[in-house]
């Protein structure tokens, strides 16, 4: 790839509309190429796959993209990303950048921003706001941390079930579940039960879009 030629986009974002307009903007330069479109986290893959593409416009509400993981997986394919949402700048957010990323780009921003951002990535750049800067320095999030068993009454608990319930799912008693309960909430630094559940919910926001 020569130094003047276009920066290669592969738009991915479930919503015509959207790759319908970054197509008809990035058709007025002559700095950008819209190669291909995806509309899910597969199709991604199956483009990149059949494409060179320099740059992923990543919708992180699109269906597969349900974590980090998914952010990765398409990192490692040596696409550049930059991120695409109407979500707030959050940890969540933070912790898919981090999984490979290099920009975030609110979609209640200009398509220049869009195309400015392109550009600096492009060049080996990262496109951040102070926001994200900061929940970028952070340390991971607890959850992140938690061991198997943690985990798994954690997931019991944030679907609703009681800590009885929860026992009687693993087939443990109930005492070590108030105690892995406790260690939880301590770690995700909460009150109540009530709060690990309202903690997961934000978490799960990927997989409800």
């Not at 974002?13 to 007025?28: A, C, K, L, N």
């Not at 992923?56 to 993209?65: A, E, F, R, T, Y």
């Not at 443990?172 to 997961?200: D, F, M």
Request: glycine residues 6%; hydrophobic residues 40%; charged residues 20%.
């Amino acid at each position: 790839m020569t130094s003047n030629a276009p920066i290669r986009l592969l738009v991915a974002d479930d919503h015509p509309i959207v790759t319908q307009g970054m197509q008809r903007f990035f058709s007025t330069s002559t700095e950008h190429s819209v190669e291909a479109t995806a509309t899910c986290v597969s199709e991604v893959l199956d483009r990149l796959a059949q494409h060179d593409i320099d740059i992923v416009i990543l919708d992180i509400q699109m269906p597969g993209l349900t974590g980090p993981e998914a952010v990765s997986t398409i990192a490692n394919t040596g696409a550049k990303i930059i991120l695409y949402s109407l979500m707030a700048e959050d940890a969540m957010v933070a912790s898919l950048a981090k999984a490979g990323a290099s920009g975030f780009v609110s979609k209640t921003a200009s398509l220049d921003v869009l195309s400015e951002a392109t550009g600096v990535v492009h060049r080996g750049g990262t496109f951040w706001s102070e926001t994200m800067d900061k929940l970028l320095s952070e340390k991971d999030p607890p959850h992140l941390k938690f061991t198997a068993r943690e985990l798994e009454i954690y997931e019991l608990l944030a679907l609703g079930n009681t800590p009885k319930e929860a026992a009687f799912e693993l087939g443990i008693a109930t005492s070590t579940v108030y105690t892995y309960t406790e260690r939880i909430r301590q770690r995700l630094e909460v009150a109540s039960i009530t709060e690990i559940v309202n903690y997961a919910k934000s978490w799960r926001k990927l997989d409800d879009s």
